[in-house]
Nanobody, 115 residues
Framework: QVQLVESGGGLVQAGGSLRLSCAAS????????MGWYRQVPDKQREQVAV???????NYADSVKGRFAISRDNAKNTVYLQMNNLKPEDTAVYYC?????????WGQGTQVTVSS
């Protein structure tokens, strides 16, 4: 089993920044992808940014140039630096770890951006 613990959400004004962190523990294998997804009520969860252990990243078009994902593989931790936040970034953000066909999710952290 894998456990994911997120931190760093909160309330921020438009144009501000937040940094999310997610620490993974448990049965973590050498090859995995970690990333962030977000969800608002009545909408599907959407991918925000993902990164593999080699450093390859992928971003949603809506966050390119504003968000940056990074990993500390020694600590099994993934970060999401969010800059120039917009009200439409308001959502519950979930950490995800994918390995060998299995998906694991954190409990979610609320990010609210006021206009």
């Amino acid at each position: 089993q894998v456990q994911l613990v997120e931190s760093g959400g909160g309330l921020v004004q438009a144009g501000g920044s937040l940094r999310l962190s997610c620490a993974a523990s448990g049965s973590i294998y050498r090859l995995n992808v970690m990333g962030w997804y977000r969800q608002v009520p009545d909408k599907q969860r959407e991918q925000v940014a993902v990164a593999n252990k080699g450093g390859t990243t992928n971003y949603a078009d809506s966050v390119k140039g504003r968000f940056a994902i990074s990993r500390d593989n020694a600590k099994n931790t993934v970060y999401l630096q969010m800059n120039n936040l917009k009200p439409e970034d308001t959502a519950v953000y979930y950490c995800n770890l994918a390995q060998y066909g299995n998906q694991y999710w954190g409990q979610g952290t609320q990010v609210t951006v006021s206009s």
